[in-house]
Nanobody, 118 residues
Framework: VQLVESGGGLVQTGGSLRLSCSVS????????LAWFRQAPEKEREFVAR????????FYSDRVKGRFTISKDNAKKMVYLEMNRLTPEDTAVYYC????????????WGQGTQVTVSS
């Protein structure tokens, strides 16, 4: 299985972007799909996750209310809708997959850069 992100770019403060993550092949419903991000000189940070088998998303406190994770199982896609962006959201965003609820993310995409200008 491969994960490929797209949709990053440059946006002004207050703007919006939608990231996409393509899943290359069938995966079972036990998988967790998540978005992480890493800003320069900072640790990688969890953003949001959603189980492949249901629609119960979970968000970090820093993005709750601004970001929305969603998926389209038929298209094998995961999305991250990001609104009210600030410069603190500038980072490389990664799509990741865990085998199950234990959230050991073992599969990662290559990342997509999001830059928010002030």
């Amino acid at each position: 299985v491969q994960l490929v992100e797209s949709g990053g770019g440059l946006v002004q403060t207050g703007g919006s972007l939608r990231l996409s993550c393509s899943v290359s092949e069938y995966i079972p419903g036990t998988r967790l799909l998540a978005w992480f991000r890493q800003a320069p000189e900072k640790e990688r940070e969890f953003v949001a996750r959603i189980p492949w088998g249901n629609n119960y998303p979970f968000y970090s406190d820093r993005v709750k209310g601004r970001f929305t994770i969603s998926k389209d199982n038929a298209k094998k896609m995961v999305y991250l809708e990001m609104n009210r962006l600030t410069p603190e959201d500038t980072a490389v965003y990664y799509c990741a997959m865990a085998q199950d609820y234990r959230e050991e993310y073992e599969l990662w995409g290559q990342g997509t850069q999001v830059t928010v200008s002030s």
